[in-house]
């Protein structure tokens, strides 16, 4: 069956709300912190509609047939003035999920090209994005993309 990508469309939020309920309920497996169920799901393509409209990012779904099966959130960021000025504009992808019966079908690879193509025409030369510890799947595909570790992110949680 066909695939398309293109921006995601009011019509597509309860497919991308069903994509993301199965991310969240998945990060919650991994993670104690992390927040799981329809409010959640909710919280995220809030943040994410939000994020892209201030930040100059986009909303991605990756359409099979008459189902939305992939989605991606990205914005435009800029890092410090620790990294070099060339590096410091980046794309920074929110969030990005296949649905659990699609993947490994090269559904993840095809968001993350397209993560590529909008960093290229936004003119920067990096694409950042947060994996959870335990993730050993998707850092398998990120690593694939072309991703590699720089920096560790840490977290204390106080009582």
Same mark, same amino acid.
């Given at each position: 069956?066909?695939?398309?990508?293109?921006?995601?469309?009011?019509?597509?939020?309860?497919?991308?709300?069903?994509?993301?309920?199965?991310?969240?309920?998945?990060?919650?497996?991994?993670?104690?912190?992390?927040?799981?169920?329809?409010?959640?799901?909710?919280?995220?393509?809030?943040?994410?509609?939000?994020?892209?409209?201030?930040?100059?990012?986009?909303?991605?779904?990756?359409?099979?047939?008459?189902?939305?099966?992939?989605?991606?959130?990205?914005?435009?960021?800029?890092?410090?003035?620790?990294?070099?000025?060339?590096?410091?504009?980046? +794309?920074?992808?929110? @969030?990005? $999920?296949?649905?659990? =019966?699609? &993947?490994?079908? *090269?559904? #993840?690879?095809?968001? %993350?090209?397209?993560?590529?193509?909008?960093?290229?025409?936004?003119?920067?030369?990096?694409?950042?994005?947060? +994996?959870?510890?335990? @993730?050993? $799947?998707?850092?398998? =595909?990120? &690593?694939?993309? *072309?991703? #590699?570790?720089?920096? %560790?992110?840490?977290?204390?949680?106080?009582?």
């Amino acid at each position: 069956m066909t695939l398309s990508i293109r921006p995601m469309l009011a019509s597509d939020r309860p497919a991308v709300l069903a994509l993301l309920l199965e991310l969240t309920a998945h990060e919650a497996v991994l993670s104690a912190e992390r927040a799981s169920g329809p409010a959640a799901a909710a919280a995220c393509l809030a943040d994410d509609t939000e994020k892209a409209a201030e930040h100059g990012g986009a909303q991605i779904v990756v359409q099979r047939g008459d189902e939305v099966v992939g989605y991606l959130a990205l914005r435009l960021g800029r890092i410090g003035p620790f990294v070099h000025e060339h590096l410091r504009d980046h +794309v920074y992808i929110e @969030n990005i $999920v296949v649905a659990a =019966a699609c &993947r490994g079908t *090269g559904i #993840g690879q095809l968001l %993350l090209a397209e993560a590529e193509r909008f960093a290229r025409e936004a003119g920067c030369k990096v694409i950042h994005l947060s +994996v959870l510890e335990g @993730n050993d $799947v998707a850092l398998i =595909a990120y &690593r694939r993309a *072309g991703f #590699g570790n720089f920096a %560790l992110e840490m977290a204390k949680v106080l009582d």
